[in-house]
């Protein structure tokens, strides 16, 4: 793979070789409607995955089918050298290590902010309840929500919701990310601080797949951005490519709509 | 039938309130019997395990479609010459009701896991909490919550159909206070008096359906 010369992150070129996603020949249908075919995708540690294309394109599902929590009907997937089995409770283990951000945030709404990202910590990685506090305590800091850790998620502004289920995925100490569409429920004047915290992480070295219309985004964070269209990956290209020069039609034609407001 | 006379209601009462004590009891256990029994058939109706879900399906329509009253003869008559045994009649009773409740109960209950939003089980499921987890510790308590108001009203209707164990000679409140009506000669003061209870105890389950249903509505 060239240099990336639109992408502000710097990668360690070691880690390049590292493959934390590999995704092999996906498909899936709904009865007889397929929504999935033949996708395939690797994703190397510290790398920045944009998808996009148009609304039913696939997506969304495809997303959800990397950490198991849609089934698929075939092919394979490698996290971090391991292969998510295909009966779902045999996947647990793998799903946690894969934090999950949803459109709908998701939150728990029977319980606080600090609860709501203990729960796993102590359910599924037997952390004592000092040590998820403590986790979780350290990472609102960060986000700059430290004052909310009382507070019901019903509370909170779709904003401060969406950073607090970052936080809650990023108590597990994944190895990846993943982001469906994590803006697209949100006023436009809550987008930005989402954003802010997911293009933070990206510059820590985040591995990130990220389905998204933010397209201000993939330009600032992405190093490679996948176009999908009905079910299947038509295009996979290093960022500054993609948006100068698309090299399929149907990826042309999305760009054309998506920039021209 | 000469005045309302009161004495013949408060010589009663130690016999009125042990068929109290009886219709509260059988409520309390058939309302937790039938709240487990409930729980574990909505779970099992709602899983991938499609023989268990149809035969759940079958327990809960065979119930809902027949009466109570012929509920409590099939464990007072029919278990017993299955057994080879007498049950008793408060054991057949106590049984009969917690596996009819438990039919209701597992609807209310089916019905609040249903209401909960799939992506509150793909988020616990993503973040790695197995079934079960998900199930006690997401969508279970979002559901009680939800369903808190029925099941108490099912529960006021419950402590009304207990009058039903009369029919194997047991004495709940409703028929210690018939028996008082009979043999004492003081059918109105009885009733009256039994129907204050009813309306009393009916009332304030009513009125804590209706706070934790308005509570539910502050919280969100």
Known sequence: MPPVTHSPATRDSVNDMVEMIRIEGLSKSYGDVPVLRDCSLGVTRGEVVVICGPSGSGKSTFVKCINGIEPVQAGRIVIDGEDLPSKPAAAARIRSRVGMVFQHFELYPHLTVLENICLAQIHVLKRSHNEAVEKARSLLRRVGLADKEAAYPAQLSGGQQQRIAIVRALAMDPVAMLFDEPTSALDPEMIGEVLAVM????????TMVVVT??????????????????????????TARFFAEPASERARLFLSRILAH | MSSFDISVILDALPF????????????????IGGLVLGLVIAIVR????????????LYVNGFRAVPLILVIFWFYFLVPLLL?????????????FVMFEGAYYSEILRAGLKSVRPGQWQAAQASGLTYLQT???????????????????????LFQDTSLVYVVSLHDFMTSASIIANTQNRIVELYVFAALVYFALCTAGSALAQRLSSDRQRAH
């Open chain 2, 16 to 31: 009125l309130a042990k068929g109290l004590g009886l219709s509260l009891g059988l409520t309390a256990v058939a309302m």
């Open chain 2, 135 to 157: 199930v006690r510790l997401v969508v279970l308590p979002q559901a009680l919550r939800k369903m808190a108001p029925l099941m108490v009203t099912q529960g006021v209707v």
């Open chain 2, 46 to 57: 709602l899983s991938r395990f499609r023989v268990l879900a149809m035969l759940a399906a």
């Open chain 1, 213 to 238: 219309h933010e397209m201000g985004f993939a330009k600032a964070a992405a190093d490679r951005v996948v176009f999908m269209d009905r079910g299947e990956i038509v295009e996979v290209a290093e």
């Open chain 2, 84 to 96: 080879g045994r007498p049950v008793g009649a408060l054991y057949s009773v106590l049984i009969a």
């Open chain 1, 199 to 206: 293009l933070e992480l990206a510059r820590e070295g985040m």
